[in-house]
Each structure stands twice: as C-alpha cells, then as structure tokens.
C-alpha cells in the first residue's frame, strides 16, 4: 500500500514538473455570473436536441 503511494507521489510531482516546463499556457476566460448560455454555444445544444 506505501508502495503504491510512494509511486503515486512521484507520477505526481513528474507530471506537474512537465507541466510547468510546457511552453504552452492554458488561458482561462471569467465565466458570466449571470448564469446565461452564450449565443454559439445556446444554438449548439438547440441543434443537437432536434
């Protein structure tokens, strides 16, 4: 059992240090407080549901 979460432990870390070494950023953009579906992605789930 420590085993295996001695091996999660490191898997872990390893892949938050490629993270953080990945040229690329994911940006995130602020959700409305509103609570309203943008107009693209509104008429997406209309298409889909027909």
Do not use: C, D, W, Y
């Not at 993270?19 to 509104?42: C, D, Q, R, V, Y």
């Amino acid at each position: 059992m420590l085993e295996k979460l001695v091996q999660a432990a490191i898997i872990t870390f390893l892949l938050h240090l490629i993270a953080g070494l990945s040229p690329t950023t994911i940006k995130t953009e602020a959700i409305p407080t509103s609570g309203t579906m943008s107009a693209p992605i509104a008429r997406a789930v209309l298409n889909s549901v027909e």
